[in-house]
């Protein structure tokens, strides 16, 4: 596959960058190339879009950065998306370190650098660049995609689509994807859909490969082909009124209501892993809770030996400083589970502590390390183990086993490539689990598909319609991998589809058109112009702007609105009260406003009701915007510091798109800087904290 020279230059690829004529093919930066890689590399130097399927932890990364090699050789310029911040930030640094590229981020937290050669951002970005700006992507020649399986994600998949459907002709893609069942489904698409050829790469081979175990209490570690054995030697548990269906259904319901299972007991499996020397570990939990109760429930191991605790100890002083973090810190639960070669990550914290956390794992020096499943999404921190303290998760309605797509995805973090022979993977079951767990599905089964979530927003279909015209935003449609997946259904299924589709599209613009954004030559009025450069809450704040809901509104009460437009309460962390000084006036006027709108999507029948203002941290906005430290902040709210400063910081993202559709000269647009000011300081400022490290 892999060419002497590189069709769209005169020079040979390997010249250009300095490399000798064997190293083109078999080696790159040190590395020996692994097949599948240099499948990708030859597609690449030809010209294609390149569509690449390889479990976790086999290298996929390794393509990207050829590409980006490549473009940089060439003079031309890339751009690298990732589905979430951390791993935005995490290529930043990684490319901010090398003097040959020139490289930028932009995130909705931070921008740095948006004209260099290689720009990192997330999918949103480069899909709201399309949109507004494609002549500003002419020069780019690959997009990368990191993780492009994250199509499948109900919120956010349609992004992916969009920025495949709608980027410039010129643009080629480095599509990454974890294993799934339907990829040259997905490669049939992308090939329909991009004037390039399109080269499918498949590997099912890990450079480490991974022993698959299973730990019940009693029975000790075992395989599958033991599985029979232990279910017919495990008494089964008497059932209880209710149990079924319709009785697994009530629990649910109980559950959400807050009465979470605890999963199966983790500590003598830890207990015989450090014995045998299969640490350090990932042990992913599926509550945040789940991650600090078994952090702590394992404190008490001495997992450090003394000249590690040593290192322990400098290192945590070279955070301290680099981060410019107090000294008191370091009797904090963080630091001090850390000490004992223990540690948790989850989003509840405050990105600053996950930054550390992450730190000090790749220092070797955390033994164990309990996390979500964010963990595993690219960020590259391997293991010698992975353990799971449960294979059932909250999939948003019940707990439900795992996807096999899940379970691969975080089971590739085991075995770390040049330290360990093969990586271990283990699932804690408990007597439940023997008799209802699908686990030969689970553990060695096909990865799932991956389906289209395909639905424009109101900024898209403005976009769109202002393009392209009414006629053809049907088109749009049509180029959907939602359209393409349902060709192989029956003639019927395909019609109801379509129907469904459109008449979807027609219910938006309805609503539209009889809010004043669209007139009736289907031409965009001044709210149509406004509500297409927002992107998230295009009605809420395209009214609050246009009805002057705004107007001569302090940026403390700015502030205070647009956290409210985005924060959402969780169960558990109670109901605040908001005394009617902070602006009482003002979020009933808002709520009432926006209480109106909502009932006109529902009266022209949009099927995702829009969100509506929460206020539960407004106490904690107002102290926040006039000064007071994080753990004052704190004692204004039960919400985790981590989700607070996530939604001060989405919040400060918004404002500054909002900032962005008015004039200089508008009053508001200095109120809003005002705001914006306020809330992105200290802990919330992303710059700052992204600098310092």
Request: proline content about 5%; charged content about 30%.
């Given at each position: 596959?892999v060419?002497?020279?590189?069709k769209?230059d005169?020079a040979?690829?390997?010249?250009?960058?300095?490399?000798g004529?064997?190293e083109?093919?078999?080696?790159w930066?040190g590395?020996?190339?692994?097949?599948?890689?240099?499948?990708?590399?030859g597609?690449?130097?030809e010209?294609?879009?390149?569509?690449?399927?390889?479990?976790?932890?086999?290298g996929?990364?390794l393509v990207a950065e050829y590409?980006i090699a490549?473009?940089v050789?060439r003079?031309k310029?890339?751009?690298y998306?990732?589905p979430?911040?951390?791993?935005?930030?995490q290529?930043?640094?990684?490319?901010?370190?090398?003097?040959?590229?020139?490289?930028?981020?932009m995130?909705?937290?931070v921008t740095?650098?948006p004209s260099?050669q290689?720009?990192?951002?997330?999918t949103?970005?480069l899909?709201?660049?399309?949109f507004?700006n494609?002549?500003?992507?002419e020069?780019v020649?690959y997009?990368i995609?990191?993780?492009v399986?994250?199509?499948?994600?109900?919120e956010r998949?349609?992004?992916w689509?969009?920025?495949?459907?709608?980027?410039?002709d010129?643009?080629?893609?480095i599509?990454?994807?974890?294993?799934i069942?339907?990829?040259e489904?997905?490669?049939a698409?992308?090939?329909?859909?991009?004037?390039?050829?399109?080269f499918?790469v498949?590997?099912?081979?890990r450079?480490v490969p991974?022993r698959?175990r299973?730990?019940?209490?009693?029975?000790?570690?075992f395989?599958?082909?033991?599985?029979?054995?232990?279910r017919r030697?495990?008494?089964?548990?008497?059932?209880?009124p209710g149990?079924?269906?319709r009785g697994?259904r009530?629990?649910a319901?109980?559950r959400?209501r807050g009465?979470?299972p605890?999963?199966?007991d983790?500590?003598g499996l830890?207990?015989l892993m450090?014995?045998?020397?299969k640490?350090p570990?990932l042990v992913?939990c599926?509550?945040?809770k789940?991650c600090e109760?078994l952090a702590?429930?394992?404190?008490?191991?001495?997992?450090?030996?003394a000249?590690?605790s040593?290192?322990?100890?400098?290192?945590?002083?070279d955070l301290?400083?680099?981060?410019?973090?107090e000294a008191?810190?370091?009797?904090g639960?963080?630091?001090?589970?850390?000490q004992r070669?223990?540690?948790?990550h989850?989003?509840?914290?405050?990105?600053?502590h996950k930054?550390?956390?992450?730190?000090?794992?790749?220092?070797g020096?955390i033994?164990?390390l309990?996390?979500t499943?964010?963990f595993a999404?690219?960020?590259?921190?391997?293991a010698r183990?992975?353990?799971?303290?449960?294979l059932?998760?909250?999939d948003g309605?019940?707990?439900?086993?795992?996807?096999?797509?899940?379970?691969m995805q975080?089971a590739?973090?085991?075995?770390r490539?040049?330290?360990d022979?093969e990586?271990?993977?283990?699932?804690?079951?408990e007597?439940?689990?023997l008799?209802?767990?699908?686990?030969e599905?689970i553990?060695?089964?096909r990865?799932?598909?991956?389906h289209?979530r395909?639905?424009?927003?109101?900024s898209?279909?403005?976009h769109l319609?202002?393009?392209?015209?009414r006629t053809?935003?049907?088109e749009?449609?049509?180029?959907s991998?939602?359209q393409?997946?349902?060709?192989?259904?029956s003639r019927?299924a395909r019609?109801r589809?379509?129907?469904?589709?459109r008449?979807?599209?027609?219910?938006h613009?309805?609503?539209?058109?009889?809010?004043g954004?669209?007139?009736?030559a289907?031409?965009?009025?001044p709210?149509?112009?406004?509500?297409?450069?927002?992107?998230g809450f295009?009605l809420?704040i395209t009214?609050?702007?246009?009805?002057?809901?705004?107007?001569?509104?302090?940026a403390e009460a700015?502030?205070?609105?647009?956290v409210?437009l985005?924060h959402?309460?969780?169960?558990?962390w109670?109901?605040p009260?908001?005394?009617?000084r902070?602006?009482f006036?003002?979020r009933?006027h808002?709520?009432?406003m926006l209480?109106g709108?909502?009932a006109?999507e529902?009266?022209f029948g949009?099927?995702?009701?829009m969100?509506?203002?929460?206020w539960?941290?407004?106490?904690?906005?107002?102290?926040?915007?006039?000064?007071?430290?994080?753990?004052?902040?704190?004692?204004t709210?039960?919400?985790?510091?981590?989700?607070?400063?996530?939604t001060?910081r989405m919040a400060?993202?918004?404002?500054?798109?909002?900032?962005?559709t008015?004039d200089?000269?508008?009053?508001?647009?200095?109120r809003?800087?005002e705001?914006?000011d306020a809330?992105?300081?200290?802990?919330?400022?992303?710059?700052r904290q992204?600098?310092l490290?």
């Amino acid at each position: 596959m892999v060419g002497p020279r590189d069709k769209r230059d005169d020079a040979p690829f390997g010249a250009q960058l300095g490399l000798g004529d064997d190293e083109r093919t078999t080696h790159w930066k040190g590395f020996q190339l692994l097949p599948f890689q240099i499948e990708a590399v030859g597609a690449i130097r030809e010209g294609k879009n390149v569509l690449v399927s390889a479990p976790t932890g086999a290298g996929k990364t390794l393509v990207a950065e050829y590409a980006i090699a490549d473009a940089v050789a060439r003079g031309k310029r890339c751009v690298y998306t990732a589905p979430i911040k951390a791993l935005s930030n995490q290529k930043y640094r990684d490319f901010r370190d090398d003097p040959t590229i020139d490289v930028g981020l932009m995130t909705g937290d931070v921008t740095i650098h948006p004209s260099a050669q290689v720009l990192i951002m997330t999918t949103e970005i480069l899909r709201n660049s399309i949109f507004e700006n494609p002549k500003g992507l002419e020069d780019v020649d690959y997009v990368i995609f990191d993780e492009v399986h994250y199509m499948d994600d109900p919120e956010r998949g349609s992004v992916w689509e969009e920025s495949l459907i709608f980027a410039p002709d010129e643009t080629r893609f480095i599509a990454l994807s974890a294993t799934i069942d339907n990829l040259e489904q997905l490669g049939a698409w992308i090939r329909e859909i991009r004037p390039q050829e399109l080269f499918v790469v498949r590997s099912t081979r890990r450079p480490v490969p991974l022993r698959h175990r299973l730990y019940f209490g009693g029975h000790g570690v075992f395989d599958l082909g033991r599985l029979d054995w232990v279910r017919r030697n495990v008494p089964e548990e008497p059932r209880r009124p209710g149990r079924g269906r319709r009785g697994d259904r009530r629990r649910a319901k109980g559950r959400q209501r807050g009465q979470r299972p605890q999963g199966p007991d983790v500590r003598g499996l830890l207990a015989l892993m450090e014995k045998d020397d299969k640490l350090p570990a990932l042990v992913f939990c599926f509550s945040r809770k789940d991650c600090e109760r078994l952090a702590n429930g394992n404190a008490r191991r001495s997992l450090l030996s003394a000249e590690e605790s040593e290192a322990m100890d400098r290192l945590q002083l070279d955070l301290l400083e680099l981060f410019q973090l107090e000294a008191g810190e370091r009797d904090g639960e963080v630091f001090r589970l850390a000490q004992r070669g223990v540690a948790y990550h989850h989003a509840g914290m405050l990105p600053i502590h996950k930054e550390v956390v992450e730190r000090m794992f790749t220092s070797g020096l955390i033994k164990l390390l309990f996390t979500t499943e964010t963990f595993a999404l690219g960020i590259n921190m391997p293991a010698r183990s992975v353990v799971f303290s449960s294979l059932r998760k909250f999939d948003g309605v019940n707990f439900d086993y795992l996807r096999t797509r899940d379970y691969m995805q975080m089971a590739g973090r085991a075995g770390r490539q040049g330290i360990d022979e093969e990586g271990l993977v283990l699932s804690t079951l408990e007597a439940r689990d023997l008799r209802d767990a699908p686990l030969e599905r689970i553990l060695s089964g096909r990865p799932e598909p991956i389906h289209s979530r395909f639905r424009l927003s109101y900024s898209s279909i403005l976009h769109l319609l202002a393009r392209i015209g009414r006629t053809r935003l049907y088109e749009a449609w049509e180029k959907s991998f939602n359209q393409f997946q349902h060709r192989k259904k029956s003639r019927k299924a395909r019609e109801r589809n379509s129907l469904v589709q459109r008449d979807l599209i027609d219910r938006h613009l309805s609503l539209l058109q009889e809010l004043g954004y669209i007139d009736e030559a289907d031409e965009l009025t001044p709210r149509g112009k406004v509500a297409r450069l927002l992107y998230g809450f295009e009605l809420q704040i395209t009214e609050m702007l246009f009805e002057g809901s705004l107007e001569g509104v302090p940026a403390e009460a700015l502030a205070l609105i647009f956290v409210g437009l985005i924060h959402e309460s969780r169960r558990g962390w109670g109901t605040p009260y908001v005394p009617k000084r902070l602006f009482f006036g003002l979020r009933r006027h808002i709520d009432d406003m926006l209480g109106g709108l909502a009932a006109d999507e529902a009266h022209f029948g949009i099927p995702v009701p829009m969100k509506l203002p929460d206020w539960g941290l407004s106490q904690g906005v107002v102290a926040w915007c006039r000064g007071c430290d994080f753990e004052e902040l704190e004692e204004t709210t039960q919400a985790p510091p981590g989700d607070v400063c996530r939604t001060f910081r989405m919040a400060v993202q918004l404002l500054r798109q909002v900032r962005r559709t008015l004039d200089k000269d508008d009053s508001l647009h200095d109120r809003l800087s005002e705001a914006v000011d306020a809330l992105n300081r200290e802990e919330v400022d992303a710059r700052r904290q992204l600098e310092l490290g």
